[in-house]
């Protein structure tokens, strides 16, 4: 079996009753929270619920996304396939909500799903095109808890807290981060019925998120992979082994779960990351030990003030006029205060240097 598309023309026909929930499923579902299903779920005219069929038939693109990033593009195709499928096709969502808040560095997406075997599973949208949602990925780095992870607990106590069916919560990439962080962090009642927290490639937390009571509670519960050369799941601190997948991309392009490979009803697993996984896991576990939180802030701060002056708000964008915008942030750069210029060469020059580090340990190691 090749990927996704082949599993559910494979499984499709068999409901949940017929051949139960697995890692499969979780991908699938998690990677759904993706669409933007505003016009069929709008708070203001929202159902009680819809089927994914019947989600597909009446679905509209918003006319301002453009699902420029490949994945996300990708993820629409994904949907039309699901939804002609009897084991996917007849599941109804509910509970559909998406935020972005510049302001607030805010981007958040969730939507709960009902399975025909008596359980629910929540899935977490990951990282969109948007800018303010990758600005909140890097505030991971000195913030330890980020807007969007307590709208993750939010939602679940909202959704859930008047219900006794069994759940599940997944996601991808930033995704999975909330499926976990929710998961630490609701209340003991709504934590006692979860099933399984899927994490896939999702970073990990600050020491401290890992040392909560909650945390230790959700532990067991957890199942994180990542594919051989994982960056952004391997970022920050986990204690839970990840499963590793072997996937037809290479480097960052094996983020995306569309490439990664399958066996019969379950995903084909390699023994250990690659040692590029490895490198930049220490390198950057070193980084953020020996830079204090308020250069962090500052650091990322700056950042993204190149792309502000410069009205650039999304991904989108970046691609389309990528030449001209490089240019542009470069004389913006160079108009930034004497302070501000050194802190980004000090910073930047930290992580290389500690890259250098992970990679001469690592061929040290391999000549033992």
């Not at 699901?82 to 935020?99: A, D, Q, W």
């Not at 607030?104 to 025909?116: D, G, S, V, W």
């Not at 909202?158 to 499926?179: C, D, W």
């Not at 006029?321 to 205060?337: D, H, S, V």
């Amino acid at each position: 079996m090749k990927d996704l598309y082949e599993y559910i023309s494979w499984r499709g026909d068999l409901d949940f009753k017929q051949a139960e929930f697995n890692n499969l499923d979780a991908l699938v579902l998690s990677m759904l929270s993706y669409i933007n299903f505003e016009n069929l779920l709008a708070k203001e005219r929202q159902k009680n619920k819809i089927s994914l069929r019947d989600a597909a038939t009446f679905y509209q693109k918003p006319k301002d996304s453009e699902m420029e990033i490949h994945m996300i593009r990708e993820n629409m195709n994904f949907f039309m396939a699901v939804s002609k499928t009897k084991r996917f096709g007849n599941l109804f969502l509910r509970h559909y909500s998406s935020e972005t808040y510049v302001e607030k560095t805010l981007q958040f997406a969730a939507i709960e799903f009902l399975l025909n075997d008596g359980t629910v599973f929540i899935s977490f949208r990951g990282t969109d095109d948007t800018l303010v949602g990758w600005m909140e990925d890097l505030n991971m780095g000195y913030l330890e808890i980020v807007p969007s992870q307590q709208r993750a607990v939010e939602y679940l106590e909202r959704t859930q807290k008047y219900r006794l069916k069994k759940i599940r919560l997944g996601g991808h990439s930033k995704g999975g981060n909330l499926a976990v962080y929710s998961s630490a962090f609701v209340s003991k009642q709504i934590q006692a019925r979860i099933l399984t927290i899927y994490n896939f490639d999702g970073p990990g937390f600050h020491k401290s998120i890992l040392e909560s009571s909650g945390y230790k509670i959700i532990m067991p519960k957890i199942k994180t992979f990542v594919p051989e050369t994982s960056i952004v799941g391997r970022l920050l601190w986990h204690q839970e082994d990840p499963l590793i997948i072997k996937s037809v991309e290479i480097g960052i392009f094996q983020h995306d779960p569309f490439s990664w490979k399958i066996k019969n009803m379950d995903f084909l697993y390699s023994e250990k990351l690659d040692a590029s996984s490895r490198i930049l896991e220490e390198a950057v576990h070193n980084w953020l030990i020996k830079l204090e939180p308020e250069k962090r802030k500052e650091f990322v701060r700056t950042i993204f003030s190149l792309f502000e002056v410069n009205r650039i708000y999304s991904i989108k964008q970046f691609k389309s006029q990528k030449i001209q915008i490089l240019k542009e942030l470069m004389t913006t750069y160079n108009a930034l205060p004497k302070h501000d210029k050194k802190m980004m060469k000090e910073t930047i020059n930290l992580l290389l240097n500690e890259t250098k580090k992970s990679l001469t340990s690592n061929l040290r190691q391999k000549k033992v």
